[in-house]
Each structure stands twice: as C-alpha cells, then as structure tokens.
Antibody, heavy 121, light 107 residues
C-alpha cells in the first residue's frame, strides 16, 4: 500500500525557517517524481515545487522561489521541503504527492494527509 | 502563467442528476489537464488525467472531455458520496496551476 506521511510542521515566527519531511512507503520511491502542494485554510490548492526521480529536474512556484528548497534522499525514501524566510502567506496545509509523468501525463496519484504550517508572531 | 477558471464556484444538484463542471484555461493547454476531488477534511484524490483518462478505481460515472482552452468534468448520475470540491489542474507548462474549485452539494 502506498503511503506518504508528512512531518515537521508547526507554528513558526515570520522570517524563520522550517523543514518538512515526507516519508514514502509501499512503492519504489526512486522511480517517481514528487511534489509539494499547499492549501491555505479555506482556500484552493497551490502547487509549490516538484522534483524528478533522480533530482535532475526541479521546479518552483514563483511565490516560493529563492526561499524554499525541495530535495530528496532516495536511500531514505524521504522527500524534503526546506522553507526559509517564512511569511504569513505561507500558512497552509502542505501535502506531498507522488507524481507520474510520461510524454502526455503528469499527475499526482497519491497524496499524504498533509502537515500544517502556521507562520505567526 | 496559465490561469485556470472554474465555474460555477458552487453547484447544487439532486441525487441522480447529470452534473457538468467547467474549467477554462487562459491559453491552449493541449488536453494536459487533470481533475481532482477533495472531500471535507481529506487530501485530494485524482479522478481524471490527460483530460479524459479515468484513474484506476474511480467510478465510471465520472468522465472528462475538452480540448484547447475548455474542459469539462461530468458526473452522469450524482451520488451522495460525490459531495466534494473539484479542482482542475493544467500541466501544459510550469508553473502547474489549479483552478479555484467547484463545490458540489446535494440539493
């Protein structure tokens, strides 16, 4: 059974840093790209960052570029999101999601339950 | 960035109704579109990928169609368990972008 379990969230002051983790199980982690997608309270979905299976390709939303870093450790089956210079608008539930991509497909077929990040003084 | 506009934002329908949700892209996305369902308090679930491919395990009452800038998610016979918010998402180009969602209720 595919499982994605996020951790590392919490309450943090503006300008501080936080690192999220997503532990994957039930599939060969090194064969799949991964995404971070967030959802502010009561709002819609916002894509944050994506990383390919071997970390060769990395993409960021403009809203986090230069502040967030996505990475992965395939030996540990873990995806990370290092977040720095946090702002109140980064407050959200952060989901990690497995991505499937081919010439025509790019979709997130499994999602974790999310981890809450609250940025407030 | 490609903007995704969903309509309506709120839809109320009766059990058994045929329901159509719309998603419009700000430019041609060449069918590179996915649909996700999010029930209250849950993570999103993939329903449809590449405009009209049904994800494994999703009931056949769900279907997708469209091309160019205009896309549709159809539920052929609405069931109580379909109450959720539905999001479209394009992957024609980075950044990936989602629509703001259609909240579907039972009348």
């Amino acid at each position: 059974e595919v499982q994605l379990v996020e951790s590392g969230g919490g309450l943090v002051q503006p300008g501080r840093s936080l690192k999220l983790s997503c532990l994957a199980s039930g599939f060969t982690f090194s064969n799949y790209g991964m995404n971070w997608i967030r959802q502010a309270p009561g709002k819609g979905l916002e894509w944050v960052a994506s990383i390919s299976s071997s970390s060769s390709y990395i993409y960021y939303a403009d809203t986090v570029k230069g502040r967030f870093t996505i990475s992965r450790d395939n030996a540990k089956n873990t995806l990370y999101l290092q977040m720095t210079s946090l702002r109140s608008e980064d407050t959200a539930l952060y989901y990690c999601a497995r991505s499937v991509y081919t010439t025509d497909y790019y979709y997130s077929d499994y999602w974790g339950q999310g981890v809450m990040v609250t940025v407030s003084s | 960035d490609i903007q995704m506009t969903q309509s309506p934002s709120l839809l109320s329908a009766s059990v058994g109704d045929r329901v159509t949700l719309s998603c419009k892209a700000s430019q041609n996305i060449y069918k590179y579109l996915n649909w996700y369902q999010q029930k209250l308090g849950e993570a999103p679930k993939l329903l449809i990928y590449y405009t009209n491919s049904l994800q494994t395990g999703i009931p056949s009452r769900f279907s997708g169609s469209g091309s160019g800038t205009d896309y549709t998610l159809t539920i052929s016979s609405l069931q109580p368990e379909d109450v959720a918010t539905y999001f479209c998402q394009q992957y024609n180009s980075w950044p990936l972008t989602f629509g703001s969602g259609t909240k579907l209720e039972i009348k």
